[in-house]
């Protein structure tokens, strides 16, 4: 038998990244449940009706059903690292190489 994902709690707390891709400026918000695991993930590119907007959507649909069925936060980061694509920039191979990267270090304290 399937798995089933979890339900959504009513309220979830999260954090909102904002990071320069190649594509543009890129914003994931990373949502928590009550046990402080990631329940869910949301992407939005600087602009909206594009294409890859609607990729970068569905990219994370599925990142968030994973983590709904219980997939490990560093899985998920090390399948996305490292992509590249031809409009990489020197802090970012690609789009999803950023998501990766903000999964991977959400829980690490911020140093500026």
Do not use: W
């Not at 038998?1 to 543009?24: A, F, S």
């Amino acid at each position: 038998m399937p798995k089933t994902p979890k339900k959504r709690e009513k309220v979830l707390y999260g954090k909102t990244v904002r990071v320069d891709t190649g594509c543009g400026k890129l914003y994931l918000t990373i949502n928590k449940d009550k046990e402080g695991k990631i329940y869910e993930v949301f992407c939005k590119m600087g602009k909206t009706g594009s294409c890859f907007s609607s990729i970068c959507e569905s990219l994370a649909r599925m990142i968030t059903l994973v983590f709904r069925l219980d997939g490990g936060q560093d899985l998920i980061a090390k399948h996305l690292m490292g992509i590249e694509c031809p409009s990489k920039i020197d802090t970012c191979k690609s789009c999803p190489d950023a998501i990766g990267r903000i999964i991977q270090e959400i829980d690490k304290p911020q140093t500026n």
